[in-house]
């Protein structure tokens, strides 16, 4: 069975891959895990273009073997992908976290280029992580 630390770790070394792949794509991180009582940031950062971009982390392991699965996980779809972990909540409550965000750092807006929310989906497979970066969601 995974528990809560287990799982916290796993999304936390996702998140630094994230951080990891965005820098390598000319992004410059400017915060992380901003949290709020209503939502929280995983990744906030200036796009190459300057655009402010709110990165939202999702990611799953998937197991080539259903069997080889922790018994809690075999009931789940083992397919499942990271985007799929993308709740319309979820989502409302990171557009508002954003807003807000935006709102109090005007400094970090530049004029014509605004901001956006993104989604990094990874999906860690034995010893490979697959990542697939979602503009502007």
């Not at 990165?55 to 009931?75: F, I, L, N």
Request: net charge neutral; hydrophobic share 35%.
């Amino acid at each position: 069975m995974i528990n809560m630390t287990q799982k916290s770790e796993f999304g936390k070394e996702g998140e630094d891959i994230a951080a990891e792949y965005l820098i390598k794509q000319g992004f410059k991180i400017i915060n992380r895990n901003y949290r709020k009582p209503w939502g929280e940031i995983d990744i906030i950062c200036q796009a190459p273009d300057k655009t402010l971009v709110f990165v939202e982390v999702k990611t799953v392991r998937q197991y080539g073997d259903s069997s080889a699965m922790p018994d809690d996980r075999q009931a789940n779809n083992p397919q499942l992908m990271a985007e799929d972990q993308l709740t319309k909540s979820k989502l409302a409550r990171l557009i508002r976290t954003a807003s807000l965000y935006s709102g109090q750092n005007e400094k970090l807006i530049i004029e014509n280029k605004g901001w956006r929310i993104d989604l990094i989906a990874l999906t860690f497979n034995n010893e490979r992580v697959d990542i697939k970066h979602y503009e502007n969601i």
